[in-house]
């Protein structure tokens, strides 16, 4: 068996930052520390992850970022907290499930209008499809991927949202593939909320994630409990992050997750180097007569295609228990984006780069797939 | 070898369903002869760990991977759950049944 090659980072990556797991273990070896409860000689491990994240969105209020389980559990808070009643609900073709499934979930329950606004070959939102359905509808919230999981297309979210806000609605982010790896500023972005999960590209653990809040805007709490302050009260506390973070926090993951913040602001990487590979890999797909995605412009480091005479599962499973080489096919939880990229109904294969994708593994992923489409059927 | 586990893996988008059966071994080409015993089967012995699918006339379709202890199976949106624990039923039996040869694990 060859050596194995990890090309599903756009799921989770791995490897995450160096001494991750040794950070997590110390952390649930020690005395534990929770502000306002038992305080422990333990450094508050919420607070170093709340500022480090904090900071990397671009916020300068750390009490704004509020630290949740992942992408998920922060993208329900936003879209179950926010006052929507009767209000409609922009979003996209692009969209995961993460934001499909609790958009779906409040038109179920007739509590808001949803529009999904269509995307082009490449996985972007259709721009003059938006600004029609913006200026027509007059959305109280748009909802918007930073980049599609499934092709990479990065969305210029700056000048979607400011169209959002001329018509007088909130926006909101899901960062989830690009938090680690594009700069995000949510100001400049103009997001007013912004989802992300620790353990993409910022090469956290599982179970980590954050949902930045702009000053001015009030959620409800969608699940409410002991806070450790303020016990007195019948209701959630006011103050944030408290008000939105009810019962005992995964320490030891958000210390790791500071961990890997650090480790990343220590150790830049080149994008362009990743770039670089994932321009080898491209040319290397086509000429071993892949049909791939095309993308243009703006991109994150993540790959999709189809194989002639393979069905792309199939075709997973052969890449990985065969040759070593991990990737992610099917739909990937996305599945309107896939009419538009002409991969219905078995979507595509995935391959997604990290910062410690070799060129290496790049040739390894390219062998296996000339073999398996030499191979006749 | 015997059967250890049977998970859901994933609803398809046609409504069909993906289930996997683990082993305690290896699955051997012996085994995939009698799975795929009067059906299709394409299969790949060149690739570094042999690949097959079988396509059974009642449009159950099984994919595996020869040496290694899991296959999928999809079942299509008409079958039942009693017809997913039929042919697990069918596996047990076929496991079971020493005559078959199919108990050597894959060395």
């Given at each position: 068996?060859?050596?194995?090659?990890?090309?599903?980072?756009?799921a989770?990556?791995f490897?995450?930052?160096?001494?991750?797991?040794?950070?997590?273990?110390?952390?649930?070896e020690?005395?534990?520390?929770?502000?306002?409860r038992s305080?422990g000689?333990?450094?508050?491990?919420?607070?170093?992850c709340?500022?480090?994240?904090?900071?990397?969105?671009?916020?300068?209020?750390?009490?704004?970022?509020?630290?949740?389980?992942?992408a998920?559990?922060?993208?329900n808070i936003?879209?179950?907290?926010?006052?929507l009643?009767?209000?409609?609900v922009?979003?996209?073709?692009?969209?995961?499930?993460?934001?499909?499934?609790p958009?779906?979930?409040?038109?179920k329950?007739?509590?808001?209008?949803?529009?999904?606004?269509?995307?082009?070959?490449?996985?972007?939102?259709?721009?003059e499809?938006w600004r029609?359905?913006?200026?027509?509808?007059?959305?109280a919230l748009?909802?918007?991927?930073?980049?599609?999981n499934?092709s990479?297309?990065?969305?210029?979210?700056?000048?979607?949202?400011?169209?959002?806000?001329e018509?007088?609605g909130?926006?909101?982010?899901?960062?989830?593939?690009t938090?680690?790896?594009?700069?995000?500023?949510?100001?400049?972005?103009?997001?007013?909320?912004?989802a992300?999960?620790?353990?993409?590209y910022?090469?956290?653990?599982?179970?980590?994630?954050?949902?930045?809040?702009?000053?001015?805007?009030?959620?409800?709490p969608?699940f409410?409990?002991g806070?450790?302050?303020?016990?007195d009260?019948?209701?959630?506390?006011?103050?944030?992050?408290?008000?939105?973070?009810?019962?005992?926090?995964?320490?030891?993951?958000?210390?790791?997750?500071?961990w890997?913040?650090?480790w990343q602001e220590?150790?830049?990487f080149?994008?362009?180097?990743?770039?670089?590979?994932l321009?080898?890999?491209?040319?290397?797909?086509?000429?071993?007569g892949?049909?791939?995605i095309?993308?243009?412009?703006?991109?994150?480091?993540?790959?999709?295609?189809?194989l002639?005479?393979?069905e792309?599962?199939?075709?997973?499973?052969?890449?990985?228990?065969?040759?070593?080489?991990?990737?992610?096919?099917g739909l990937h939880?996305?599945?309107?984006i896939?009419?538009?990229?002409g991969?219905l109904?078995?979507?595509?294969?995935?391959f997604?780069?990290?910062?410690f994708?070799?060129?290496?593994?790049?040739?390894?992923?390219?062998?296996?797939?000339?073999c398996?489409l030499?191979?006749?059927? | 070898m015997?059967?250890?586990d049977?998970?859901?893996?994933?609803?398809?988008?046609d409504g069909?369903?993906?289930?996997?059966?683990?082993?305690?071994?290896?699955?051997t080409?012996?085994f995939m002869?009698?799975?795929?015993s009067?059906s299709r089967?394409?299969?790949?012995?060149?690739?570094?760990?042999p690949?097959?699918?079988?396509?059974?006339?009642?449009g159950?379709q099984i994919?595996?991977?020869?040496?290694?202890?899991?296959m999928?199976?999809?079942?299509p949106?008409?079958w039942?759950?009693?017809?997913?624990?039929?042919?697990?039923?069918e596996?047990?039996?076929?496991?079971?049944?020493?005559e078959?040869?199919?108990?050597?694990?894959?060395?």
């Amino acid at each position: 068996m060859p050596p194995l090659v990890y090309l599903n980072n756009a799921a989770t990556s791995f490897p995450k930052a160096p001494g991750l797991g040794e950070e997590v273990r110390a952390r649930i070896e020690e005395v534990p520390y929770h502000a306002g409860r038992s305080g422990g000689p333990a450094k508050d491990p919420q607070r170093s992850c709340r500022e480090r994240l904090s900071g990397l969105l671009g916020s300068s209020d750390p009490a704004r970022l509020v630290l949740t389980s992942g992408a998920t559990e922060s993208l329900n808070i936003a879209l179950h907290g926010l006052p929507l009643e009767g209000q409609t609900v922009l979003s996209t073709a692009a969209e995961h499930n993460s934001v499909l499934r609790p958009l779906y979930l409040l038109r179920k329950k007739k509590k808001i209008d949803l529009c999904l606004v269509p995307c082009d070959t490449q996985g972007r939102v259709r721009r003059e499809e938006w600004r029609r359905q913006v200026r027509e509808k007059r959305p109280a919230l748009a909802v918007l991927t930073h980049a599609s999981n499934v092709s990479g297309a990065v969305h210029p979210v700056a000048e979607l949202f400011a169209e959002v806000h001329e018509s007088g609605g909130l926006t909101l982010l899901d960062s989830s593939q690009t938090a680690g790896l594009l700069p995000i500023d949510a100001n400049r972005l103009g997001a007013d909320l912004l989802a992300c999960t620790g353990h993409k590209y910022l090469l956290g653990p599982p179970g980590t994630g954050g949902l930045y809040v702009r000053p001015g805007i009030e959620l409800a709490p969608v699940f409410v409990g002991g806070t450790g302050v303020r016990s007195d009260l019948q209701e959630m506390p006011s103050e944030m992050p408290t008000r939105l973070e009810p019962g005992t926090p995964a320490s030891a993951l958000f210390a790791g997750l500071a961990w890997s913040l650090e480790w990343q602001e220590q150790n830049p990487f080149s994008f362009s180097a990743m770039n670089d590979r994932l321009g080898q890999l491209e040319s290397g797909l086509q000429e071993a007569g892949a049909r791939v995605i095309r993308v243009d412009g703006e991109r994150t480091p993540v790959i999709s295609f189809t194989l002639p005479r393979w069905e792309a599962a199939d075709a997973g499973m052969i890449l990985e228990r065969s040759f070593g080489v991990i990737c992610r096919t099917g739909l990937h939880c996305a599945p309107l984006i896939h009419e538009s990229l002409g991969s219905l109904p078995g979507g595509t294969i995935r391959f997604s780069l990290s910062r410690f994708t070799s060129d290496d593994d790049i040739a390894q992923a390219l062998d296996a797939l000339r073999c398996l489409l030499h191979e006749t059927h | 070898m015997k059967l250890i586990d049977v998970r859901k893996i994933e609803d398809c988008f046609d409504g069909s369903a993906r289930i996997e059966y683990r082993f305690d071994g290896g699955i051997t080409q012996s085994f995939m002869g009698h799975l795929a015993s009067g059906s299709r089967c394409d299969f790949f012995p060149e690739f570094p760990m042999p690949f097959f699918k079988i396509f059974r006339e009642d449009g159950l379709q099984i994919k595996g991977i020869i040496g290694s202890p899991d296959m999928e199976a999809y079942f299509p949106r008409s079958w039942t759950d009693e017809n997913k624990n039929e042919f697990a039923a069918e596996l047990r039996r076929l496991l079971e049944t020493p005559e078959t040869g199919i108990n050597e694990l894959v060395k």
